[in-house]
């Protein structure tokens, strides 16, 4: 029951207190300190040597049981602190992983933008929607204001050419019905913006996904003001001279 109760220690310590009474016993019943009887010390020997043996085996299963669990319990912490510490290191791994592409991407853009800010033609990008996204050129600031993420290229276009917008808008609703031909409809978008300072020319890249299906739309603006004012000076010159014939 020590043994049982309060573990290995206590039960050793119960069998050495069984085995000083039985030495006890003994040297009472040698010496005559106990009443004459020649079976006194060896009944003493046989009623305790029994239980004596029994408590030391069970404090010595008790003791390996315990150290083999004790073990066990070890190794097992042991090795979740080592998946702990490999999960963390790679979380942390992952985490500069994605700091460091965040940071190319950011780059990337910012390259792109300079790229485009240096030019003189606008750029805007357009989803499969006809959404504006957030990238675009300086120039296209200075044209037409600010492009609002998430708005549509004919409301953002409207307030300065409505029937540019009723015509974008028009025509790109046709996507829906040929959605397996995106160009076909892309190439009859509107291609002349006319402002009250100037006329731009519109044309307009499609981008596709791997799989074919129509991903954004690159819309390109270029400032064709002295263009048109050259031809209609030609053609002006062309119909004088016309008179003369």
Not at 163 to 172: I, P
Request: charged share 25%; net charge negative.
């Amino acid at each position: 029951a020590a043994t049982l109760v309060n573990g290995a220690p206590a039960g050793k310590r119960w069998a050495g207190l069984c085995i000083a009474a039985l030495v006890g016993f003994l040297v009472a019943g040698k010496t005559g300190f106990l009443p004459p009887n020649q079976e006194s010390p060896d009944l003493v020997l046989r009623m305790g040597a029994k239980d004596v043996i029994t408590v030391l085996v069970a404090a010595t299963i008790f003791t390996l049981q315990f150290d083999r669990i004790k073990n066990q319990l070890f190794a097992m912490v042991g090795e979740r602190n080592v998946a702990l510490q490999k999960e963390k290191a790679e979380a942390e791994r992952q985490r500069q992983d994605a700091l460091q592409a965040k940071s190319e991407a950011e780059q990337a853009r910012a390259d792109v933008k300079r790229v485009l800010d240096n030019v003189g033609q606008g750029f805007l990008t357009l989803t499969a929607e006809g959404r504006l996204e957030r990238e675009h050129s300086a120039i296209v600031q200075q044209w037409l204001g600010t492009p609002i993420e998430g708005q549509t290229l004919w409301h953002f276009v409207s307030p300065y050419n409505a029937r540019f917008g009723e015509w974008f808008e028009l025509t790109w609703e046709q996507l829906e019905l040929f959605y397996d031909d995106p160009e076909l409809v892309t190439r009859q978008l509107p291609t002349e913006l006319v402002l009250p300072d100037r006329t731009l020319g519109v044309s307009y890249t499609p981008l596709f996904d791997a799989e074919g299906h129509l991903q954004r739309v690159v819309v390109i603006l270029t400032d064709i003001t002295i263009e048109l004012e050259h031809a209609r000076a030609e053609q002006a010159q062309k119909e004088m001279l016309a008179m003369f014939q």
